[in-house]
């Protein structure tokens, strides 16, 4: 693979996972970034949205219609959901492979999707043949896949966390909780009243304690893991910073396991886990900015509640929970070392 | 009770709990503030060190020895542990009245008490007399009691959150989980390093995972209510604010009950409580400054898990949690409506 | 004046300066609040959009045809520019007094208004009989004012700073520099991306420096002190916070006085103004929520720099600088104690 | 310059500095780290301290005498003040290069400098030889250096601001101001209270108005590009940030200058110096991360003020004011492509 061989087209540059993505591929040894496109900012070089990007790229944004997708060897879908649903069936008719950042073919029911996300699917076929991007688990799979589907930012942080247990075998499927915590990037670049620092700042609150989107897609990866269904209490909160997602989770074991060697095992080779020696608590600012989910495991009180084990996994949510992710599997599906282009170090402080 | 006929003394104002106190004191129509120590700052202006207090208060900090307590009708500890179970004991044989909001008297069992906090108790004669100051459930005691040991705050967003479940005996109380948020002035005015801007903001983290003093004062409370010993995990984590806690709770419901009408129920007569509507998510900036416990109950995802609650429990930390709920006590001590002097309007934004 | 007793009307009453009005009055001993107008929630309870307001009023917003303003004693207007200019002239016939706490009264020139502000002005008349409501220098006009036009926060904590030295003509009016720092609330409740948690938060910028809307009524104030044309460089900045203006001023001394002595005596009868002590930098937390300018006064390197004056000047954007300046002039023009309902503490930490 | 070939010592990498000069490090193709020092904390692993260096670095902190710092090619200073000022002369005659990121080495005036720092110079000599290391400036000389003094964060922001116009001898240099507002890092990673997130955050306060450090500093500097004695009030602000400084300079204008063009020319050369277009406001977090300073000129108001012209200068402290600055003077002195190791794209949101 020689040097910027992979052309790229980006749809939907002007949220957070877009500018995070952005930021990514510029430096990236292979990634020829050819058109970024929005229909609403057409015209405006990417660098005036986002400074930070000023020097690194002359691209402007440009209407999907002028942006020759399909001559692309991959398309990544930074846009709201909705809309790769719409355009992935031509791209990869056209031989280019797709990422979608957004949720259009996270759900392999589209029944249940469609009751989530209040849409008809477009592309059902597609939602078949699309391969759940956690490359911890489908690694394989991705490396050949047409159309990614990128997970989510909780669903990244609960499912990792959660995954040595239920591959063992080790807990109580039925009785789950996350109790999870987000930064407020997550809820993306949007206009909107509770976002807003004066809003958000100096303040805690959980939301969709009666459901969230994340829960069936959590609850979708959590079965598939167990090889049964398994039953999740899922409690999102926002926390007032920018970046991040601290999951804490718990479950009742069933059987007696060594958890630190556990973990430690089932991620010996993967470099975007890290398991934390016993006893830490990692912070979610040692990932600022890096394709990196770090996890530590507990059993607290064991004198008193023999049965309990505690599991904290922290991810940045725009990196390893969104954009980072996206390009950790952009390179295994182009053969590439996992790593390329993600050898940041965290932001600290 | 006429105008300003409570003497008062304050040991230690030089730390969060103490200045909020002061805040509220200076206010309180019935309070007469006469004495603030401070071995460290004696002569220093109060407002000198508090600006907020510029204008409210001409008291200086003075030695304790200078501060002649003996003649007050109330002293109130802000002080670190260990302070109040040195210097109760002559108090209260001078006939003086005690409000002690650190941990000295908050639980029963001495040893345990002794192990928590690395200290030989030096009053164990007055921990068996001292009443739990959680006005929720022990208001008649505390009207006679010499000596009130102020609750935690933790402890006390996480009490007043399962009480209404644990009375009714409607949850398994072997299994229960405090999952705790705290703003970042719950570690008090110290100069440590974890607690600077730069390391705690933009960040989010659990510590005390392993072990924290408050669980032993949370499962003493709950204990109390059941009847019966429970087993809870405690979660506590460090969130980017400057106060407030947010406690979101977990049990297993081992017999139905109509869980908004039993929380309405429990709290109707309390000023200080207020139950949400149902599907409600309070946040944590609604009871910023104030003297009040705001909760809302949540039966999620009913259809999947269909035995678990989920309570989310918020409080200022340092008013309910801790300065708030001292003057509340040193109301129902002295016969005053609970309320006086606590009738602030949360500030929002 | 008995308790209770005005009855007064808000207009639009969603945003921030609206929630702290509402704040500041379901307290104040005199004010009978009769009805808040929102075009947009018509119907829904204020508590419910509020929560800190939950318990102290149960008022809904009404439409205004459904207000019967023209029943109250005072109304304030707390919506956007442009909507007080249109409904008062009505009111004043009606023998209501109004303060509005937008711009619309604000400027005494119809014609600069209208080329910053970009709208024809609709009551001229009304701008000409209108009272700007700062009270450290019109109090006797505001007293008997039909329409009191309640300044702008960044002209309230800049005018307060100057004051004494410009009555005085001690200095340089030819070369005055306001550079002034912001918390966001200052931007109101709207859903704007720029003061997203996401954008603004571990963020500082400059912004309006070619031009901003307090400068002329800033410099319309200055001139009238002086009784001069003044000329002023104006540079507001946004900082990561909630609340709070904290404006540093230059100015070239053009005759030596004693600096101190000259504040302390121009503000000795002020209520709502603390001159510090010499030497002190007050910082904006110290006014969190209170009715209160705070300003300390240096000169420094005096050895290299003889003649120039630093003023540092802090407010609550939403209090001194909004919502506590209109409930302080409707004390005034109602004849009660200036700080009738306004004897908070402010809350720090 | 083959690669990792440069031998370094880090004196003092437990504070911000350090850290953040570590994280340059060891992505730095040219630089083989050898050693840290750290008496309190000899035998810890550097990534224990600083968990975003997990995975990337081995190396314990040691005590001095261990480092065995005189077989360096380059040793950095990451100190309080007044350690490379012993350390220096030993490590100089021995042939190792030296850059200290503290004060030590960066006053000519020896006796101005213990005016300031409180401390008597235990290494005159030194401070005779040492280059200021402001590339900009002095790049011909930092190349061939023995001893570099890396400049203060604040001084590098304003110098950089004002470097075109003095040099154009444009501007009244009696009377120039700078008006800097920098995050909280900025103070280092000591246990102060001031600093604590509960004390400095939703707050802004001046400080060190009277007189602060870095004003000789930047005096120094300035007066160098005038080449005659300049005058300058400086007001240092804490802002509550993590990183950033912004630098609001003014200046009054002693003749008609193009100052966008002027700007652009002077800067047109310089890697990390970024003159944004006319009319911009730059955020600080454009350059959260990376060593750049970004400049904005300004002349407001120019109908009622003629004379006066605002620059707005920002950096990351910790990058161009600090670590990253230190890595571009490495880069310098051995010969390397000056953006070496510094090509990172700012995090942003």
């Known amino acids: 693979m020689s040097e910027k061989s992979i052309k790229i087209g980006v749809v939907g540059g002007t949220g957070y996972t877009g ?9 990236h040894p292979n990634a020829k970034l050819t058109a970024i496109t929005s229909r609403s900012e057409a015209g405006m070089p990417v660098a005036d949205m986002f400074p930070n990007l ?4 002359d691209l402007k944004f440009v209407e999907p219609s002028a942006a020759a997708l399909d001559k692309c060897d991959l398309v990544f879908f930074a846009t709201p959901n909705g809309i790769a649903m719409k355009d992935t069936p031509a791209l990869v008719k056209a031989g280019v492979r797709v990422i979608d950042i957004a949720a259009d073919f996270r759900f392999k029911d589209v029944k249940l999707w469609e009751s989530w996300y209040k849409m008809t699917h477009a592309s059902p076929e597609i939602v078949e043949e699309a391969v759940y991007g956690l490359p911890e688990v489908n690694r394989a799979k991705i490396a050949n896949a047409r159309v990614v589907a990128n997970p989510g930012c909780y ?8 995954l040595p247990l239920i591959e063992a075998g080790a807990v109580d499927t039925e009785h789950l909780i996350a109790d999870a915590k987000s930064g407020v990037s997550g809820a993306g670049r949007k206009a909107e009243v509770h ?13 969709g304690v009666p459901g969230h ?8 990866g959590l079965t598939q893991m167990a090889g049964k269904p398994v039953k999740l209490i899922f409690t999102p909160h926002l926390t007032p910073m920018i970046r ?21 095992k089932r991620y010996a080779d993967e470099t975007f886990v890290d398991v934390m020696p016993a006893g830490a608590h990692p912070d979610t600012r040692s990932v600022r900015g890096v394709n990196l989910c770090r996890i530590a495991v507990h059993r607290p009180h064991r004198e008193s509640c023999t049965d309990m084990v505690v599991i904290l996994s922290v991810i940045d949510n725009l990196v390893k929970g969104a954009a980072g992710q996206a390009v950790q599997n952009m ?13 940041q170090v965290a932001l600290l402080p």
Do not use: C
């Open 54 to 57: 000023r020097g690194w790229t």
């Open 244 to 264: 991040g997602i601290h999951a804490t989770l718990y479950a009742r074991l069933t059987k007696e396991v060594d958890l630190q060697a556990l973990y430690e």
């Open 155 to 162: 669903p990244t942080s609960v499912q990792l966390g959660f």
């Open 195 to 207: 976002t807003l620092l004066a809003e958000a700042s100096d303040n805690f609150k959980a939301y």
């Open 213 to 220: 989107r994340h829960l069936p897609e959590i609850t979708q």
């Open 19 to 27: 500018v995070e993505l952005l930021r990514l591929l510029v430096t």
């Open 331 to 343: 390179n295994i599906m182009f053969g590439l070392p996992e790593a390329t282009g993600l050898n």
